[in-house]
C-alpha cells in the first residue's frame, strides 16, 4: 500500500508542527478487504479505512483539513466529486486543553494494483495512479493563511506522468 506513506508525508511536509513533532501522527490501517475479479489474473485492488490521529495536536483545524482535501483531490477524488461520498471522510475530537486536542480523521480509500505473469515465471505488480481530474487546478506551491498567520504550506501537486 502506498496511500498511507504518501498522507504521511504529505502532511508533515504541510503542517509546521507535524513537522517539527512527527512522532504525534500515528496512521492505522483497519477493515482492510482485497477485491479482485475472480478471472485468471491476480489483479486486484486493496479497501481499506486509514485512521489517522494526531496526538496533541496545537494547530488551527484548518492547517490539517485544507492540506488533507488537496491530498484527497489527487489521490481519492470520489471523496469529493461524488456528494454520496462526502460523509465518508469522518473526524472526532477529545479536547485536551484549551490549545491542544487529540483529532482521530477516517478516510475509506483504495488502491489498484495490477499484476501481470511472464512466461519464464514470476509476477509484475503496478499500482495504478488515480484519474486526473477534469479541472483541477495544479500548483507548484500552495500557502494557507489565517488572517496574517500562516498555517500550513506544501507542494508538489503538478499532476503525474501516466504509464506508457
Same mark, same amino acid.
Given at each position: 500500500?502506498?496511500?498511507?506513506?504518501?498522507?504521511?508525508?504529505?502532511?508533515?511536509?504541510?503542517?509546521?508542527?507535524?513537522?517539527?513533532?512527527?512522532?504525534?501522527?500515528?496512521?492505522?490501517?483497519? &477493515?482492510?478487504?482485497?477485491?479482485?475479479?475472480?478471472?485468471?489474473?491476480?489483479? =486486484?485492488?486493496?479497501?481499506?479505512?486509514? &485512521? @489517522?490521529?494526531?496526538?496533541? =495536536?496545537?494547530?488551527?483545524?484548518?492547517?490539517?483539513?485544507?492540506? @488533507?482535501?488537496?491530498?484527497?483531490?489527487?489521490?481519492?477524488?470520489?471523496?469529493?466529486? &461524488?456528494?454520496?461520498?462526502?460523509?465518508?471522510?469522518? =473526524?472526532?475530537?477529545?479536547?485536551?486543553?484549551?490549545?491542544?486536542?487529540? @483529532?482521530?480523521?477516517?478516510?475509506?480509500?483504495?488502491?489498484?494494483?495490477?499484476?501481470?505473469?511472464?512466461?519464464?515465471?514470476?509476477?509484475?505488480?503496478?499500482? =495504478?495512479?488515480?484519474?486526473?481530474?477534469?479541472?483541477? @487546478?495544479?500548483?507548484?506551491?500552495?500557502?494557507?493563511?489565517?488572517?496574517?498567520?500562516?498555517?500550513?504550506?506544501?507542494?508538489?501537486?503538478?499532476?503525474?506522468?501516466?504509464?506508457?
Amino acid at each position: 500500500m502506498i496511500k498511507p506513506e504518501s498522507l504521511r508525508e504529505h502532511l508533515t511536509a504541510a503542517i509546521p508542527e507535524l513537522a517539527t513533532h512527527p512522532d504525534r501522527m500515528l496512521v492505522f490501517i483497519e &477493515n482492510g478487504t482485497l477485491h479482485c475479479t475472480g478471472t485468471g489474473s491476480l489483479s =486486484f485492488e486493496y479497501r481499506y479505512s486509514l &485512521n @489517522l490521529v494526531l496526538i496533541e =495536536f496545537g494547530g488551527h483545524p484548518d492547517s490539517v483539513m485544507i492540506p @488533507l482535501l488537496a491530498w484527497l483531490s489527487r489521490h481519492q477524488p470520489e471523496l469529493l466529486d &461524488n456528494p454520496q461520498r462526502r460523509p465518508d471522510v469522518r =473526524f472526532e475530537v477529545e479536547v485536551l486543553a484549551n490549545d491542544r486536542v487529540d @483529532l482521530s480523521i477516517t478516510l475509506p480509500l483504495s488502491e489498484g494494483v495490477g499484476v501481470v505473469s511472464h512466461p519464464e515465471g514470476g509476477y509484475t505488480a503496478t499500482h =495504478f495512479p488515480e484519474p486526473e481530474r477534469e479541472g483541477y @487546478l495544479y500548483a507548484e506551491h500552495w500557502q494557507l493563511f489565517l488572517r496574517d498567520q500562516l498555517l500550513a504550506e506544501w507542494g508538489g501537486t503538478q499532476p503525474p506522468s501516466r504509464p506508457a
